[in-house]
């Protein structure tokens, strides 16, 4: 077997017998004797030419390549249950792994099903209506449900990526997501793929149950090992040898449930800062060097500065894309981006956020380890109580940088709506001194990345989660608490869909062992 690359221009696909050819040169046959040849990766190069260049793999006669396959779903109808907290990509990925293992996941998800959220979800962006249970962090799917579905994790430690991505293919995602260096599903694709998920799982004997929210667990022994009772806020009891806690960064109220109860929590560093929308023709001249052409992808970008000790960096970057609140309760301004699988919004959006420890706030420090949550929501807060609504406080981007207010505002993709704000005084001063030096950085190494185009609002506080329920690293369980699995966004080891999911994979073998 052999490895090579290959260029074409972007709107050439390699047709098999170009891929033949090439594999033909590289193990030095004709192409005749080339047994198989694939593609493994494609990325966009707009160094000079814009370029797709191909990784691919082939092999002569007598030889083969090596092809992945999924473990088999087992019949786990009459199997031992696992209670799975959550439905997100940890809680999902984890469900699916516990089929391979012959365990039964039982599901519970405190907010609706896609469906249903969907009407939630509009109700929430068109008429700033706030459903603590259903909205774009609570439900079927998660917080990933409604993104850009980025899936740019191609890290193999905490497990075998492939896992995920031959999964989200089997389950209604493109085949380019197997190959694609910056692959993503988009906001239109992905309730298909969580239902069809859903769907594989009570076919194998599962079970989900909707608007359940866990408001305790307790163990107790049934006189031969230990179990779990899960207690729902409708009065409903769930019982199972072990629970797996996929809840998501924005469940505050398992935080407050472990605290309650005196079980083990530790503040953990995030990142805080603005969503940043500039117009994407403007993004597509930049990255394409002036050499954009309509059917050439919505360019991307993804920028790091180290400012006074402290990373400044774009999250999750929605080229083509919309703002939408990412709120979960009432009185609070978060946002977020999505966009749908064509990318083809008139705007480029991407959180520019500065990293935050506990040793940044010592100030929050007698809240323990609510110290940096304490600090998160009182930032949401003072951003709703500018405007007195769910319209976000913002400032065009010079404007913030010199401390001036903005007579007008752009047009946005943010439905809700921006309201004219000090944004550079409503911010935390570290964060938003911070921000002022990135923004010069990053127009050095995207020149015209730095206009009053570009237009700021507040804020993007969800990136991860801000507080850690610590495991023991050999059995992955609860510090202290057997049969406790926490994972994924929520427990803060995880952030994205990728990685979460992959975590929820960790977890539930784990289990299983």
Not at 110 to 136: E, F, I, M, P, W
């Amino acid at each position: 077997m052999k490895e090579f690359e290959i260029a074409f221009p972007v709107g050439h696909a390699p047709a098999e017998a170009e891929l033949r050819q090439a594999a033909g040169r590289a193990l030095g046959v004709r192409p005749a004797q080339v047994a198989a040849v694939r593609i493994v990766r494609r990325s966009l190069d707009a160094r000079g030419e814009i370029l797709y260049r191909y990784r691919v793999e082939a092999c002569a006669q007598g030889e083969t390549l090596e092809t992945y396959t999924l473990p088999p779903y087992r019949d786990v109808a009459h199997a031992e249950p696992v209670l799975v907290v959550g439905s997100g990509p940890a809680g999902m990925f984890a469900a699916l792994r516990l089929l391979m293992e012959g365990r039964k996941p039982v599901i519970l998800e405190q907010g609706k099903d896609v469906h249903a959220r969907k009407v939630d979800v509009a109700a929430l962006t068109q008429r700033s209506q706030v459903n603590v249970d259903s909205n774009y962090c609570f439900g079927e799917g998660g917080a990933g449900t409604f993104s850009d579905g980025k899936l740019y994790t191609r890290s193999n430690k905490r497990g075998d990526l492939r896992e995920v991505l031959h999964q989200l293919v089997a389950f209604g995602g493109d085949e380019s997501l197997l190959v694609e260096a910056h692959p993503h599903i988009g906001s239109d694709r992905l309730p298909r793929i969580v239902e069809n998920i859903r769907r594989c799982i009570t076919e194998h004997g599962g079970e989900y149950h909707f608007g359940e929210k866990v408001v305790d667990l307790q163990p107790f022994s049934d006189g031969r090992k230990r179990r779990w009772k899960a207690v729902c806020q409708g009065g409903a009891v769930y019982e199972a040898p072990q629970v797996i806690l996929a809840t998501g960064h924005s469940s505050r109220d398992t935080y407050r449930l472990f605290a309650a109860k005196g079980w083990p929590l530790e503040a953990k560093g995030f990142a805080l800062g603005v969503r940043v929308e500039h117009p994407q023709s403007l993004i597509n001249r930049i990255q394409y060097h002036g050499k954009y052409q309509p059917g050439m992808p919505a360019a991307e970008y993804s920028l790091v500065e180290q400012v006074d000790g402290r990373g400044v960096f774009s999250f999750c970057m929605c080229p083509g894309g919309i703002l939408v609140p990412a709120v979960t309760e009432p009185g609070e301004v978060v946002l977020n981006g999505m966009s749908n699988s064509m990318r083809n919004s008139p705007w480029a959006n991407a959180g520019i956020v500065c990293t935050v420890d506990p040793a940044d706030v010592p100030e929050y420090g007698r809240y323990g380890a609510f110290a940096l949550l304490t600090f998160q929501q009182e930032v949401e807060r003072a951003m709703f109580d500018f405007s007195n609504s769910l319209q976000a406080p913002a400032q065009r981007m010079v404007d913030f940088c010199r401390r001036k207010p903005s007579q007008q505002l752009p047009k946005t993709s943010y439905h809700p709506g921006a309201a004219i704000a000090p944004l550079h005084e409503l911010l935390p001063a570290a964060v938003s001194d911070r921000l002022r030096v990135a923004f010069a950085a990053f127009d050095r190494k995207m020149h015209g990345y730095y206009t009053n185009d570009a237009l700021l609002l507040g804020t993007e506080s969800r990136t991860s989660s801000p507080v850690r329920i610590p495991r023991d690293p050999a059995t992955l369980c609860a510090v202290g608490l057997e049969g406790l699995y926490p994972c994924g966004e929520g427990a803060g080891y995880a952030g994205g869909i990728t990685s979460s999911a992959l975590d929820g994979i960790l977890v539930a073998a784990a289990l299983a062992r």
